[in-house]
């Protein structure tokens, strides 16, 4: 519209006009009565609701209102009041549950599957985010839904897992594993993984055994749930990878939750039960849900319980020779601290590299044990097993001193003579005065010098060495020890061949 030319002067228009024809423009009007109120209606609902609720910011915090409300304090009210439902509605079942044991919840139907539904969100909140829905697992953490664990899978396995947590140890590089022997072993220990088996004709099964691996995950290689070592025979792997082999690799140069290494493996557990996170009633149930995933142990029913809890009938019988309770005991302890995976069963050693305990001396055997607490024989796959056996070490050194003379091992020997000179090696011998404690030929006649004839070369030399370098300390060997630098091979070749 041109300036000054309104068509419709007097229809209270503003002059604005949209389309060509004038038909389209733009009016003066006052809204509707209506709307006028609904919007003074609205600026006084305003006023209101910012004098009553929590809205405006205000120097660094906000008006509070006069009704005193947060959606955080209505939130909680509101699961206070869901929780107060629950508590009536399921009491009986959340009380047999914090006073039943974990044993008679699985056996009872209507326990167990409360426990399960129950749980599924607590196990979402808490265990999901490492072990994966349903605990399918994730990478660097264990699958739950398996018949394979690290520690057990019985009811009083798991609960302890999530009761004071668990934590992982491999020492990096074991007995000083090269790169190379690394590579070969990790080869061989997938064949192991595909057959089920170890195969003590591959060459790299030496290296098993030298390297100390065997200690841990035993002679059958399928680990030891008392040190929570990994089956290494059932294709199962404790840090599966796209890259198996490079894997492997890794846990054996870089160690598991070895601090020092950045590249080491992480395997750490938190302790459930010492947070305030869950409660002891659902942790209980977690573990009911975790065992019933599809891998854990079973459970006795309860009359297999009765039936073995049911007195045998009495049969007279002719009254035998009470057992040395200290010598059971130490049994016990012997096998279930993992001793017997390096020092073989009874303490008769079927490796060379491991000494024979079976028969040693009573006080020798509990000096050794110190000394490794101690920190005086520095040894990584020894340190942690010796601090296991605190406040034992009578026990156990009682039943190994008590056994029967040690067999002769089978093993492959390693006392050939090459590498040594066996008439320079009891020269030394001799004129070094070893036989002042060791005896002549290394056959000692006092129980707290052991005796070094037929012991393998390989692990004398590596005796000599500590005793050199501080790893082993003792005031009386230590000075021998450096007087035989240069000599060791020739020693340890005399001693070994001395039948």
């Not at 002067?9 to 060509?20: L, S």
């Not at 003066?28 to 910011?57: C, D, E, K, Q």
């Not at 060379?352 to 005086?376: R, V, W």
Request: one cysteine or more; aromatic letters at 8%; a neutral charge.
């Amino acid at each position: 519209m041109s300036a000054g030319k309104n068509p419709f002067p007097n229809e209270n228009n503003t002059g604005h006009f949209w389309d060509d024809d004038n038909d389209i423009r733009e009016l003066s009007n006052r809204p509707p009565r209506w709307y006028m109120f609904a919007l003074y209606m609205g600026l006084i609902a305003v006023v209101v609701y910012s004098a009553y609720f929590p809205t405006i910011p205000w120097f660094g915090d906000h008006l509070k209102g006069t009704a005193n409300w947060t959606q955080i304090e209505e939130m909680k009210d509101g699961v206070k009041q869901l929780e107060d439902y629950r508590a009536t509605k399921f009491a009986d079942l959340e009380k047999a549950i914090a006073e039943k044991s974990l044993e008679d919840i699985v056996r009872d139907e209507q326990l167990r599957n409360y426990s399960v539904r129950t749980a599924k969100v607590l196990f979402g909140d808490n265990c999901a985010a490492c072990h994966g829905a349903g605990g399918s697992g994730n990478e660097g953490f264990p699958v739950l839904a398996d018949d394979d664990w690290l520690y057990g899978g019985s009811l009083k396995d798991i609960h302890t897992t999530l009761l004071v947590g668990r934590k992982g140890n491999m020492p990096a590089r074991m007995a000083g594993i090269t790169d190379g022997e690394a590579d070969k072993l990790a080869d061989y220990l997938l064949k192991v993984s595909e057959t089920g088996k170890p195969d003590p004709t591959n060459p790299a099964h030496m290296l098993y055994l030298t390297k100390a691996c065997i200690g841990c995950h035993g002679a059958d290689m399928k680990g030891n749930k008392m040190m929570g070592s990994a089956n290494l025979a059932d294709g199962i792997w404790r840090f599966k990878a796209k890259d198996q082999k490079a894997s492997i690799v890794r846990t054996i140069l870089h160690g598991v939750n070895q601090g020092h290494d950045p590249m080491t493996q992480d395997a750490v557990m938190p302790a459930f039960g010492q947070s305030k996170v869950v409660s002891p009633s659902q942790l209980k149930k977690i573990v009911v849900y975790v065992h019933q995933l599809g891998g854990g142990e079973p459970v006795k029913s309860a009359e297999e319980v009765a039936a073995v809890k049911a007195p045998a009938p009495v049969v007279a019988k002719k009254a035998e020779a009470p057992k040395k309770e200290g010598k059971k005991s130490g049994e016990e302890l012997y096998t279930s601290l993992g001793c017997a995976g390096c020092h073989g069963p009874g303490g008769k050693s079927a490796v060379p590299a491991f000494p024979t305990l079976a028969g040693k001396d009573k006080n020798y055997i509990i000096e050794q044990l110190h000394a490794f607490q101690e920190g005086k024989r520095n040894n990584p796959l020894m340190a942690p097993n010796a601090m296991k056996a605190k406040g034992h070490e009578e026990a156990i050194a009682s039943y190994l001193s008590g056994d029967s003379k040690p067999e002769e091992s089978k093993a492959p020997s390693n006392n050939s003579s090459s590498g040594g000179d066996v008439a320079k090696g009891e020269a030394q011998y001799t004129s070094l005065g070893c036989s002042g404690c060791h005896g002549p030929g290394g056959k000692s006649m006092v129980p707290s010098f052991p005796a070094l004839a037929g012991k393998d070369k390989a692990y004398i030399v590596e005796q000599l060495h500590a005793f050199q370098s501080g790893k082993r300390n003792n005031p009386l060997m230590a000075p021998n020890a450096m007087k035989a630098k240069g000599h060791e091979e020739d020693i340890a070749a005399y001693l070994s061949s001395v039948k």
